[in-house]
DNA sequence: TATAATAGCTCTAGTCACTATAGCTTCAAG
DNA sequence: CTTGAAGCTATAGTGACTAGAGCTATTATA
C-alpha cells in the first residue's frame, strides 16, 4: 500500500493533482488508513501513470476519461479510441500551423532598427495590422 | 461617440470582454452618456485594436500593459518593446517544437490495427512510455 | 407620442487543469 | 515521547474570457 506522496513520487504526479482527479471522479475515492489517510495499491499507480502520460500528450481530461472507460472493457472495438486521438492529432496540427503563421510574424516585427518608441517598428507593427503577412 | 456595441463591432473585440478589460484596468473606465451607458472616442478605438491585435498574436495582457505603457511615451528607448517581443516569439518557438514532437509521436501511435480495445496500439501506447520517441 | 425591439447595465458564476494557502491531524524516526 | 514531515479539508486564485439573470436605456417604427 501507498501514501499519497509515494504515489505521487511514483507517477510524477503532484500530489494536489491527485486529489484534484479524485474529486472530479477520474480516479476512483481511495482506501483510508486507520487515520483517514489515502491508500493505494499497484493497479491505483497503473491509472495515474496511463493518465499522466496521456496528459503529457496533450489530451483533455474527458478524453482521457473516455479513454479509461473504454480501456476497462477489452473486448469493446476500439474505434472509439483510435478517434480521440486522431482528433487530437489534428488539433495539435491545427496548433503548430497556427504557431508557426505567429512565428514569422513577430520574426519579421522582430528587426527593429529604432532608437525611441516614436520609431520602434515593434510598436508599429502591432499598431497596424495592415504590415501582416497573414491573417491571424 | 461610440456606443460599446459600436466600439465592438469597429474593433472585433467582444463587447464583454470590453467590459473586462476596463475592470482589469486594460483600458480606462469609458465617459457615460446621461443614461450610464459607455461612450467612446477615436482614441480608445485605437487602443483597442491595438490590444486586440496583440492579443491576436498571442502576447498576454500583462504585456500588452507594459507596451501601452511604453508607447504613451514616445520619446522612451524601445528597448523594453523589443524584448517583450522577443521573449514572447522564444516562448512561440518552444511551443511550436513541443508541439512538434507531440505531433511525431501521435503519428506513431495512430496506425493501429487492432480490433478490439485489448490490442489497440493507442491504447497501448498511451500506458507504456517506454515506447516513445521523446520525452515529453 | 406610445410601444416594442434592441442594446446596454451590474453582478455572479462557470470554464480548464491545476496551484496555493490556512488551519488542522496523523504518521514515522530517533 | 517528542518532533518534524506528511496528510487532511476547504476555500480561493490563476488567465482570459464567457454565460446568465434581472434590470434599464435607447431607438425605430406605428
Ligand atoms: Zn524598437
Ligand atoms: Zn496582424
Ligand atoms: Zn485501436
Ligand atoms: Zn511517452
Redesign the pocket.
Known sequence: ML????L?KTSGV????I??YEKIGLIAPADR??????RYEADDLKRLIFIKHA?DLGF???DIKSLLTLKEDTSCPCSGADEILTRHLSDVRNRISRLQRLEAELERMSHCEGECVAECSVIESLADHSHCLYEH
Open positions: 501514501s499519497i506522496g509515494n505521487s503532484k500530489v494536489p493533482t486529489r484534484y488508513s486507520q487515520g483517514n489517510q489515502r496528459r483533455h481530461l474527458d
